[in-house]
């Protein structure tokens, strides 16, 4: 599945992921290959890649490695899914 997070100052990361994590407004929630269309309101917390990508060096900085997966984190945002196609709008 494709994930796109975009910031307010530039796209951070573009690419083929397994599965996404992220801090809804109701409680942490997953999404992988083929989830329901779904958008939804995220606060305060990490945004947790799994899979191998490969993050431009300018915006490495943002982002950590725990338990073997990718974390950003965030302060709020927004995420959209549908078509196996997931956008992070983050701030």
């Known amino acids: ?6 910031s307010p100052e530039a796209t951070l990361f573009a690419g083929e992921v397994k599965s996404i994590t992220v ?5 942490e929630f997953q ?3 083929d989830h329901a269309p779904i958008v939804s ?8 890649i799994d899979g191998a990508i490969s993050i431009e ?20 945002g927004t995420i959209e899914m549908k078509d196996n196609k997931i956008i992070v709008l983050a701030d």
């Open 1 to 6: 599945m494709y994930l796109e997070i975009v």
């Open 23 to 27: 801090p809804g407004i109701n409680g």
């Open 31 to 33: 999404m992988l290959k």
């Open 41 to 48: 309101l995220l606060q305060e917390g990490k945004v947790k």
């Open 57 to 76: 060096e300018d915006y490495e900085s943002r982002f950590s490695k725990e338990d073997g997966k990718t974390i950003l984190a965030i302060n709020s």
